[in-house]
Nanobody, 114 residues
């Protein structure tokens, strides 16, 4: 099964921004709903945002609403997560995956320092 690959994480100060990218490794991104998920240390993985197959509809968890923006560019086979006004509570490993399910990738680490 095609695995999605995440990139763009890093260390940023509180209030800073990062943009994460999600692409299908060597393959075309399927035209299916895709979500961004995160897993803080010792906690369960949770969905923070999702985007439908054509990008016309999005969902955000309350904890990120107004700060994160999910988008997709099917021509570039990439889904993005723009994260602004980052907080320490946003620190986690971030993953992308098809909402209907699929193999999990390695994720990308986001660390927000105060």
């Amino acid at each position: 099964q095609v695995r999605l690959v995440e990139s763009g994480g890093g260390l940023v100060q509180t209030g800073g921004s990062l943009r994460l990218s999600c692409a299908a490794s060597g393959r075309t991104l399927a035209i299916r709903a895709i979500g961004w998920y995160r897993q803080p240390p010792g906690q369960q993985r949770e969905m923070v945002a999702s985007v439908c197959d054509n990008g016309g509809s999005t969902y955000y968890a309350d904890s990120v609403k107004g700060r994160f923006t999910i988008s997709r560019d099917n021509a570039k086979n990439t889904v993005y997560l723009q994260m602004n006004s980052l907080k320490a509570a946003d620190s986690a490993v971030y993953y992308c995956n098809y909402v209907s399910g699929g193999s999990w990738g390695q994720g990308t680490q986001v660390t927000v320092s105060s």
